[in-house]
């Protein structure tokens, strides 16, 4: 399996699904269930790479605008989310985070009202597990899976994400969309 490979079942399985994380994830864990345990592997492992290139401050301070807030664990699944967007979704949000601002699910949000449902989808990052459990009956693991180590988080050019006027500078398009009043200087 190769990038156009892994993102074309992607693609699929947001067609086929309409792009709800959990029946997308079943999409995709059916789907690669089978194939075979090289392809899962492989699926494994530009799956790593996908998540370790989008591990950046820039593209989580978007998802913090985004969610109304993001932890850790939020930005994983934030990221999760995005990878079920799709190849171009993918590529123009790490490329520009500010981009996202042009997506429908983010167009329909509004500012100043709390996030009761964060764009999130940790389902999608256990898709390769389920599939090498379902295709062998045994457990994914690190002995089996080897990963790089991953890159960190750069954090030379880090910034308060509470700061308005520093997120409304780095996220122009995002910020005219879900901004926060400035008087106040963290998110509702």
């Known amino acids: 399996m ?12 947001k067609a086929a699904t309409g792009g709800g994380c959990r029946a997308q994830t079943t999409h995709l864990t059916t789907a690669l269930s089978k194939r075979s345990v090289d392809e899962v592997l492989a699926w494994d492992r530009i799956h790593g790479e996908l998540m370790d290139a989008s591990y950046r401050l820039v593209l989580w301070g978007a998802a913090y605008l985004i969610n109304g807030g993001c932890s850790d664990d939020g930005f994983d699944y934030f990221r999760g989310w995005l990878l079920g967007q799709g190849h171009a979704t993918w590529q123009a949000a ?5 981009s996202l601002a042009g997506h429908p699910q983010i167009r329909m949000r509004r500012p100043y009202q709390e996030v009761t449902e964060p764009l999130e989808c940790e389902d999608i990052l256990g898709v390769a ?3 090498y459990e379902a295709l062998t009956g045994q457990q994914l693991t690190a002995e089996v899976a080897p990963r790089p180590p991953w890159r960190g988080l750069d954090l030379s050019e880090d910034w308060d994400f509470d700061d308005a006027a520093e997120m409304r500078r ?4 995002l910020w005219a969309l879900l901004g926060w009043e400035e008087a106040s200087s963290a998110p509702p």
């Open 170 to 173: 780095r996220y122009p398009r």
């Open 2 to 13: 190769d990038h156009k490979q892994f993102w074309a079942l992607i693609e699929t399985a």
């Open 94 to 98: 790490l490329a520009d985070p500010d």
């Open 129 to 131: 597990y389920r599939a």
